[in-house]
């Protein structure tokens, strides 16, 4: 959890459900610092993307509208208990993290 | 007081210039796709266009929104949707009345089902609309959320 990407994945008939959270502050750019009245800088994940034994099999293009730590959840057909999904982010700062989970 | 005006404004520019040098280092193989221009729009149809080139969309019913009708916390609004059609290429989510409509955009490969989740913040009561690119065409569906408290706040 260092990282703060957590990963549910689970299978049934044949599909594969992944939910992931990733702990990100998601700033508009739009939200003023309360003691200073600076405006606070937009800072938000930009691309996400999630793997299944390496082939890419969902994108998430995320605007500062995501909520803070942006949860997305998708669906997808195979998958099998054991097979890793990966989950990498980059932001609009270029920091990047990822993680990875087995299909329970 | 002119040169500490002076001081802050050159410490502003250089944290400018020092954020738009992060920026060029993001690496551009990961957001060759990060749809800005739409992202960047302040109307719906512009978003619309920004991203697919046309606005002419097909309201569908096999586009299913999932949404609260009044959303608690604004900004935290669960949106699901849900497409019943095979290849489904992507999946667009739009809050009219935000000030960047814009909200998402979700890359859907064959083997991934045209199905996703996620929260977003909400400015006050809008339509949040659904829009699906399947067989190469746009699809889309609407959904009134009513915001009884303001605010963009995190």
């Known amino acids: 959890m260092a990282n703060g990407i957590l990963i549910r994945s689970k299978v049934s008939g044949g599909e594969t459900l992944v939910r992931t959270s990733m702990k990100?502050?998601?700033?508009?750019?739009?939200?003023?610092?309360q003691k200073t009245g600076k405006k606070i800088p937009p800072h938000f994940i930009q691309v996400a993307k999630f793997e299944h034994n390496g082939k890419v099999v969902f994108t998430a293009n995320l605007g500062p509208a995501v909520s803070k730590n942006p949860y997305v959840s998708f669906?997808?057909?195979?998958?099998?208990k054991g097979d890793t999904i990966k989950v990498s982010w980059v932001d609009n700062k270029g920091k990047s993290a990822s993680n990875e989970d087995k299909i329970r | 007081m002119k040169r500490r005006l002076?001081?802050?404004?050159?410490?502003?520019?250089?944290?400018?210039?020092?954020?738009?040098?992060?920026?060029?280092l993001i690496?551009?193989?990961?957001?060759?796709?990060?749809?800005?221009?739409a992202f960047d729009a302040k109307k719906v149809d512009d978003a619309i266009n920004a991203l697919a080139g046309t606005t002419s969309t097909t309201s569908s019913g096999k586009v299913k929104i999932n949404a609260p009708e009044i959303a608690?916390?604004?900004?935290?609004?669960?949106?699901?949707?849900d497409v019943e059609m095979d290849n489904v290429e992507s999946i667009s989510i739009i809050v009219e009345n935000n000030p960047s409509p814009f909200t998402a955009h979700f890359e859907i490969p064959a083997g991934t089902l045209g199905y996703v989740s996620t929260r977003?913040?909400?400015?006050k009561t809008s339509n949040v609309i659904a829009l699906v690119k399947?067989?190469?065409k746009l699809y889309s569906a609407q959904k009134e959320v009513k915001v009884t408290v303001g605010g963009c706040g995190g």
Do not use: C, Q, Y
């Not at chain 1, 669906?75 to 099998?80: M, Q």
């Not at chain 2, 916390?73 to 949707?81: G, K, N, Q």
């Not at chain 2, 977003?120 to 400015?123: D, G, N, Q, S």
């Open chain 2, 6 to 24: 002076f001081l802050k404004g050159t410490l502003a520019g250089g944290a400018i210039a020092v954020a738009a040098s992060a920026g060029l």
């Open chain 1, 75 to 80: 669906k997808f057909k195979g998958g099998n």
């Open chain 2, 134 to 136: 399947s067989g190469g």
């Open chain 2, 120 to 123: 977003v913040k909400m400015a």
């Open chain 2, 27 to 37: 690496p551009t193989t990961v957001l060759a796709a990060w749809p800005k221009s």
């Open chain 2, 72 to 81: 608690e916390v604004s900004a935290e609004v669960r949106i699901t949707v």
């Open chain 1, 24 to 33: 990100h502050p998601m700033e508009t750019g739009l939200r003023k610092d």
